[in-house]
């Protein structure tokens, strides 16, 4: 068991027993504290650690990091690109640091005065600078509900879906961390009853329940990473939600995919769950029939049981629980992913982000967009305060939530926010 995991840890910072920051967790982010420039933050409860703090008063010095400007950096790259021995030590040292029984930092008044900040005074960043973004479509549930409202029910998905991990390359520009408000787009649209398409603002906007890991260790272009060592190169997990206008979408994918009904914006959590932290929680996936090809094939538990759930909030009035999913109903798993993203030579970078695409559940109180849960605007959601929902309407506030839980344990992300404001 990683040491840093124990589930009998407690840390001399308070903890609430729903918090998905205790001491197990351990997470990465980028948070600007006030008067203060970006830096790498960890969190324990309602508490960021300042790691450039730690670092001034010689906290890492035994690790021996030939580069410590990795914890003044203003984003998390540099620090993922040490690779995975020392981004362990990094989290075993912080959770050392922080344990109840260590007097150390607990009773120097002075540097936790410097050290530990309440998280209302920090203003959260993204986490890292994307330099490539991967989307891929790896839930069987959402393939074949998708497939059945567009296509055939009874062959829903393509004849590629079970033998590849199926993915796009999408715009790592609009990226944006929680918090961020983002517009309705605006673009051309083709009526089923109309012939000719129309230009306008989106009628279908829609939110997509997806989680996305970030790579650390970076490969050669040539250079393909085995399903083995996969995991190697996965720094951590963000929450994402990769908005999408439906309308759009559905006129310009043929024959190239998803373009500008999926560019315009995508939201992710602040703090990156690292592998490490998740460990307790590994489980096996679905079955995978037919066999796969021998480089997709793997050992052992390779998903991860994390709840995720969506909420919608109108303005002026309280959330709605309108999806309830798992990160573990994945059909491909990330070592998968990222085995089949580089087979060809494709060179990764720290901070590329590869989403998971939509993360459905085989209810339908599981299914991770509006576009399944209205089943194509077919059906209504009532929200609490009695209006419905077939898609998302302008000022309602998207919220998503993932946690895992053993042991008495709680591990995570805190939440991916976004409210949806009218067209520019």
């Known amino acids: 068991m990683i040491e840093a995991n124990n589930p009998k840890l407690t840390s001399w910072i308070a903890v609430d027993n729903d918090s998905d920051f205790p001491i197990q967790n351990i997470p990465f982010g980028i948070g600007k504290p006030q008067h203060k420039s970006p830096r790498p933050l960890s969190r324990i409860g309602d508490f960021a650690i300042d790691l450039s703090v730690l670092s001034d008063y010689g906290f890492f010095d035994d690790l021996k990091i030939e580069n410590y400007g990795v914890f003044y950096a203003p984003v998390l790259n540099d620090l993922m690109e040490l690779g995975k021995p020392l981004w362990k030590s990094i989290r075993n040292r912080i959770s050392e640091i922080f344990k109840e029984e260590n007097a150390q930092l607990r009773d120097d008044k002075v540097i936790r005065k410097e050290a530990i900040i309440p998280m209302n005074e920090v203003e959260m960043m993204m986490p890292v600078e994307v330099g490539d973004y991967t989307d891929f479509y790896s839930s069987v549930e959402h393939a074949t509900n998708v497939g059945a409202m567009f296509r055939d029910p009874d062959n829903a998905l393509l004849p590629n879906w079970k033998h590849?991990?199926?993915?796009?390359?999408?715009?790592?520009?609009?990226?944006?961390?929680?918090?961020?408000?983002?517009?309705?787009?605006?673009?051309?649209?083709?009526?089923?009853?109309?012939?000719?398409?129309?230009?306008?603002?989106?009628?279908?906007?829609?939110?997509?329940?997806?989680?996305?890991?970030?790579?650390?260790?970076?490969?050669k272009l040539g250079e393909s990473i085995d399903i083995k060592n996969a995991e190697d190169h996965i720094f951590g997990l963000v929450l994402f939600n990769d908005l999408t206008a439906r309308d759009i979408q559905k006129w310009e994918y043929v024959p190239l995919g998803p373009f500008l009904g999926k560019n315009f914006g995508s939201v992710v959590s602040p703090w990156i769950v690292t592998l490490e932290a998740l460990e307790p929680f590994r489980t096996d996936g679905p079955k995978q029939e037919p066999e796969v090809l021998p480089y997709l094939q793997f050992n052992g538990a390779r998903n991860f049981d994390v709840s995720l759930e969506v909420y919608l909030q109108p303005e002026n009035s309280d959330k709605s629980i309108v999806c309830q999913s798992n990160l573990k109903y994945l059909y491909w798993n990330m070592s998968q992913q990222l085995a089949h993203h580089t087979v060809n030579g494709c060179n990764i970078n720290p901070g590329d982000m590869y989403a998971s695409g939509t993360i459905s559940g085989p209810t339908p109180d599981s299914y991770g967009s509006m576009l399944e849960l209205s089943w194509k605007g077919t059906k209504t959601i009532t929200l609490k305060d009695g209006s419905e929902r077939k898609f998302v309407n302008d000022n309602d506030t998207i919220i998503m939530k993932g946690y895992a839980i053993k042991d008495g344990v709680r591990i995570g992300f805190g939440d991916c926010v976004t409210k949806v404001l009218p067209t520019l």
């Open 164 to 219: 590849i991990p199926i993915g796009y390359h999408g715009r790592s520009s609009s990226i944006v961390v929680s918090g961020t408000d983002i517009h309705r787009p605006k673009g051309q649209y083709k009526l089923d009853t109309e012939e000719k398409p129309q230009f306008g603002p989106c009628r279908l906007f829609d939110f997509e329940l997806e989680m996305a890991f970030i790579t650390g260790s970076k490969t």
